[in-house]
């Protein structure tokens, strides 16, 4: 045998070993959508560049606005980080400021 002959035939035997290493190849899975969650009716919760990190609740009916002082706070009201929107400080004074929510609203039907 020749050298030629002994490198073509390690070639191959490596390529075969390779084949047995490649890992499964995976088929599209399905996707499984989240629900969607329903978020609280004519409430939002907002920032402006202005004040930052401030989170504020704003009532659509009322037509306040009350800062969130706490993530724990914005759980309570049932949003989460990013459901909060970033508006113009015009915006955001068309509601009336109301007093800052500094605690955990408890859910009376849980």
């Keep these: 045998m020749n050298i030629v002959r002994l490198h073509e035939l390690i070639e191959e035997w490596a390529a075969e070993e390779r084949k047995g290493n490649e890992p499964d ?3 599209e899975a399905d996707i499984v959508e989240e629900p969607k969650r329903e978020l609280p009716e ?3 919760v907002v920032r402006t560049k202005t004040h930052g990190d401030k989170v504020f609740y704003l009532d659509e009916v009322k ?3 009350q ?3 706490t993530p724990e706070v914005l759980q309570s ?3 989460e980080a990013t459901d909060v ?3 113009l400080d ?3 004074l068309k509601y009336q400021m109301a007093s800052p929510i500094s605690r955990p609203l408890v859910d ?3």
Excluded: D, I, Q, S
């Design 42 to 44: 004519g409430k939002r």
């Design 67 to 69: 800062w969130v002082v």
């Design 108 to 110: 009376a039907t849980t």
């Design 85 to 87: 929107e970033e508006v």
């Design 77 to 79: 009201l049932k949003f």
């Design 25 to 27: 190849v995976v088929l």
């Design 90 to 92: 015009g915006e955001l």
């Design 63 to 65: 037509k306040t606005r």
